[in-house]
């Protein structure tokens, strides 16, 4: 629960302020005004003011309620309270609570945003400036990555300018690190808070329990005359995360009268009412993961004179998880042989829902899952400035970002001996919640095997995934002042260079003397599981088992099974190499005049984007691998802006802004992995020829393009109260879909026919893969406000509140994303309504503040099986957090503070939905995922020399 405020771009902590130095000498984003009209605080400016001002929440507010009001584009932004006090679990926890902005939960924890409606593809991420390798396949950051404790503020920008390179086409979040420089004296920082999880310990034998810790240390000063200044800190979380997981396979109606299973056209289960909605299977699964992450931060900036300033930041971050699943699955499908009795239901519309009974001839399939994720981020910038006094002004900028990924999965069957079954007597909720089983058999006891319950045609599977993401990039631009409306102008240019590549191998595991070598699969053979690799059961409780079998899968796997390699289609399409080369020139004039009587300023620019795409993979033809494809293209972009403010009169601004913004399509679309081959076609059109026919990436996608324009208007008063009122209007000129093309030249692009036996009647297609398509808009309303209590009567002085509302809507086709596995039906990452709430108190060195986030349902991202991209429905999601505190004010304890946080405080769970399909073309919602994470409760010690 972070202070959320808004803020210019490039503001940075307002705890202290000094005019020791130039106000011409700025970072590497933006330039300063070097003319003789009226100066602003620009964005990014490196500046240091004598008094040292209010730190806090209501301080952080009103510095940033400053800055945002001298803003050229608009903005929304979070500020630290003070060093290392920016106490969420990560950046996008903050970042949730800003007007237009929503986060989405995964392992309970958020890490990626959307911004106005878009899914994170189309979000922007840079630190300092400069735009960052990922962790994973696409492009949107994963923002748990970053520690808070070593991030003074983000700033959103949802107006761009011509300067602002690396930007998204919804819009562009800029993290930041402190500046020694703005400190007037020697800063040292540390914190130190105590976590517990309220759902327990569910896998005790893991290692991961219900309690972890969260560390860190900033050291700041200064030296030879305050002209060189150093930055260091470095930031531990040790978390604990105890997920209770339950999901509902498929429903189907059943008419006993017909014999018919309507859901499969199969047939009727026994026992089972006529004309009834029931389950047919379902996943009970508990997930401890630990989460360890250090993270280190230098920043060595140096200003000898008024001239010269240079800036070394460097970011590295070490992320290591471990994850436990362990759980137990079955199919209550007819198919499966299943009958039902003393079976009880639930008036429903439209028709009753089956809630409780008993289900026979179950066979339990126990699952048991071990996943370690090991990452690495590295980022390094050096920012140098020259202000030749005449005006002139010349910046340098070299960066580096790294992203390393290492990822490990295994996990092993196993079930009842022989084939066996069960029965499983049962009590579901009709809506949302957990359901009670009770099954007939122990489940964590001897009569647990491993085995092949279900037919797989394989005991288990081992993954190894590695990944390297990389991007070098050089920036130089100089600013001059110029007359008539403008105050100077800025000419850039900036080369990156992005290389990702991706591996991933697959292994089947088998039971050593139950496999290929005894040359006959018996999937009903069982192996005891060697006791010496038993943990304590795995608590299934809240789905009423009380424990499953839990083990050493690492170890089984070395001791009890042998592996083949086998990679599959959808492995070798994981296989691949992508590269962008991307020069930009861009201009930029800023504006400082009079129109009439109201003064005017902004800025007005246009970016030149040059973009050379290149992707090496290989075509599969099924599983079998063929060989290696290249492809690639270039192409160019122009992309104008414009920001206008005018000040109607004191406090209050009317803004507007126009831009061309794009944001391409996702790494992994630009793939060039596909399968191809060549079949004979035995019916309807070209039966009797052999064609060709495949699917896969597109290395030669063009980017998604948008026209956006934004209207705003703010009134600030009092200290640090504000309202504003925001429209936008996003309207995409093109979107990518998944398309069939059907006069794909198999030829020209390269594949080759392993099937010598088949000749293609021609090298013409279809292929389907993601292709440029029509758009359509995005329009949204936002409003924002704050109030501090004292404006309305001094005995609430010291009381406030912060909200803000969104409301989204969007005419993009649902079919932009119909294809996609889960088939939503809306947009990934759209939410209607986005809504915050928080009130808060500080005064005489209390702080109580307690928020809330909303948002409406909206198609989320999800890693699906065999770490496959998947989407899902996820249903409207509220979550509440809660922080109260103490900061000694004055004497032997002045500089402490004591901090109690509550994250989720209703343990508000995630929830998804499904929507069956039903007799008489009646489609039904029914719930899919359940999942809850517990309270998060932290308790600490923050302390300021």
């Not at 309620?65 to 106490?87: C, R, T, Y």
């Not at 900036?301 to 008024?306: L, R």
């Not at 948008?706 to 008063?717: C, H, I, M, N, Q």
């Amino acid at each position: 629960m972070a202070n959320l405020a808004l803020s210019d771009a490039g503001a940075q902590d307002t705890q202290v302020q000094s005019a020791t130095k130039p106000a011409n000498i700025e970072t590497h984003t933006q330039q300063a005004k070097p003319t003789g009209k009226t100066q602003k605080p620009q964005q990014g400016s490196v500046r240091n003011l004598d008094t040292v001002v209010v730190t806090g929440i209501r301080g952080s507010i009103e510095g940033a309620l400053k800055a945002k009001q001298n803003s050229d584009n608009i903005v929304e932004a979070i500020s630290a309270e003070d060093i290392g006090k920016l106490p969420d679990a990560s950046i996008a926890e903050s970042l949730s609570h800003l007007p237009g902005l929503a986060t989405q939960r995964l392992d309970g924890r958020a890490n990626v945003i959307s911004i106005r409606g878009f899914s994170p593809d189309f979000s922007g991420t840079t630190l300092n400036g400069r735009e960052q390798a990922t962790v994973g396949e696409n492009r949107g950051v994963e923002y748990d990555q970053y520690p808070s404790e070593l991030i003074s503020g983000a700033v959103v920008y949802k107006t761009p300018d011509a300067s602002l390179v690396g930007q998204g086409l919804s819009g562009t979040v800029d993290l930041h690190t402190i500046k020694p420089l703005d400190l007037p004296r020697r800063a040292i920082a540390a914190n130190l808070r105590g976590e517990y999880t309220t759902n327990g310990t569910l896998s005790p034998g893991t290692g991961v329990g219900d309690l972890g810790h969260r560390t860190s240390f900033s050291y700041i000063d200064q030296f030879f005359d305050h002209t060189l200044g150093l930055a260091m800190g470095f930031a531990q979380l040790d978390s604990p995360i105890q997920e209770k997981q339950y999901q509902a396979w498929w429903w189907s109606v059943d008419n006993g009268s017909a014999g018919i299973d309507h859901n499969w056209g199969g047939p009727h289960t026994p026992g089972m009412p006529d004309n009834v909605i029931s389950q047919e299977g379902m996943q009970l699964r508990a997930q401890s993961e630990n989460q360890l992450r250090n993270g280190l931060m230098t920043v060595l900036e140096w200003a000898p004179g008024d001239h010269y300033h240079s800036t070394l930041d460097l970011y590295y971050s070490v992320f290591n998880e471990r994850k436990y699943k362990n759980g137990v699955q079955w199919s209550s499908s007819p198919y499966n042989n299943v009958s039902y009795s003393d079976v009880g239901v639930t008036p429903a519309f439209p028709y009753p829902i089956v809630t409780s009974g008993t289900v026979n001839g179950i066979q339990p399939i126990l699952q048991n899952e071990y996943t370690k994720e090991h990452d690495k981020l590295f980022s390094a910038g050096w920012n140098n400035q020259y202000d030749f006094g005449n005006g002139w002004m010349a910046m340098a900028d070299l960066s580096y970002s790294s992203a390393k990924k290492s990822l490990h999965d295994a996990y092993l069957f196993s079930g009842l001996a022989n084939a066996g079954t069960t029965s499983v007597q049962f009590n579901t909720p009709v809506g949302d919640g957990y359901p009670y089983f009770t099954p007939g058999v122990d489940l964590s006891g001897p009569s647990i095997v491993f085995t092949d319950p279900d037919n797989y045609g394989y005991n288990g599977r081992e993954e190894f995934d590695r990944q390297n993401d990389n991007i070098h990039a050089v920036r130089m631009e100089v600013s001059h002042p110029v007359g008539w409306i403008f105050s100077d102008v800025t000419l850039g240019v900036n080369y990156s260079d992005r290389k990702k590549t991706k591996q991933a191998d697959v292994f089947f595991a088998w039971l050593n003397g139950n496999g290929s070598t005894s040359g006959t699969y018996r999937p009903g053979f069982g192996v005891p599981v060697d006791p010496s690799l038993l943990y304590a059961p795995t608590s299934l409780s809240y789905g009423g088992i009380s424990g499953i079998l839990d083990y050493n899968v690492l170890d089984a796997l070395q001791q009890q099974f042998y592996l083949t390699q086998r990679n599959g289609q959808a492995d070798w399409s994981r296989n691949y190499t992508i590269e962008e080369k991307v020069p930009v020139a861009y201009v930029k004039f800023n504006i400082d005049t009079q129109l009439g009587d109201v003064p005017l300023r902004g800025n007005v620019g246009v970016q030149f984007v040059h973009t050379d795409q290149s992707s090496q993979a290989f075509q599969t033809n099924g599983n079998a691998l063929v060989g290696t494809l290249t492809g690639g293209a270039k192409y160019n972009n122009v992309l104008p802006s414009l920001n206008l403010v005018a000040q109607l009169s004191e406090g209050q601004l009317l803004r507007f802004g126009f831009a061309k913004t794009m944001a391409r399509g996702r790494i992994d679309d630009e793939k060039v992995a596909s399968t191809a081959g060549v079949a004979l076609v035995t019916s309807g059109p070209g039966a009797g020829k052999v064609l060709w026919s495949g699917s896969g990436g597109n290395p030669q996608l063009k980017p998604y393009v948008a026209v956006g324009t934004d209207l705003s208007w703010e009134k600030y008063f009092g200290k640090s109260s504000y309202v504003a009122v925001a429209v936008f209007n996003k309207n995409l000129l093109n979107y990518i879909y998944d398309k069939t093309v059907l006069d794909f030249d198999f030829a020209k692009a390269g594949y080759v026919n392993d099937t010598p036996s088949l000749t293609p009647s021609s090298n013409i297609g279809s292929f389907t893969r993601p292709e440029n398509g029509a758009g359509g808009k995005m329009r949204g309303l936002e409003l924002s406000g704050v109030l501090e209590g004292g404006l309305v009567s001094s005995a609430i002085d010291g009381f406030g509140v912060q909200a803000n509302f969104s409301l989204t809507n969007s005419s993009i086709p649902v079919s932009a994303v119909s294809t996609i596995p889960g088939s939503p039906s809306t947009l990934p990452g759209l939410s209607r309504k986005v809504a915050n709430l928080e009130l808060y108190y500080e005064k005489y060195g209390w702080s109580v503040r307690i928020s809330e986030r909303y948002r409406s349902s909206f198609t989320g991202e999800a890693v699906a099986l065999f770490d496959q991209l998947g989407y899902t429905k996820i249903l409207a999601d509220k979550q509440t957090d809660f922080q109260a505190g103490y900061d000694f004010p004055d004497g032997r304890w002045h500089g402490l503070s004591v901090l109690l946080q509550i994250y989720n405080l209703t343990n508000s769970a995630n929830k998804t939905q499904q929507i069956s399909n039903l007799p008489n073309n009646v489609q039904v919602a029914r719930p899919l995922d359940y999942v809850t994470w517990g309270r998060t409760v932290m308790l600490g010690l923050n302390y300021r020399l």
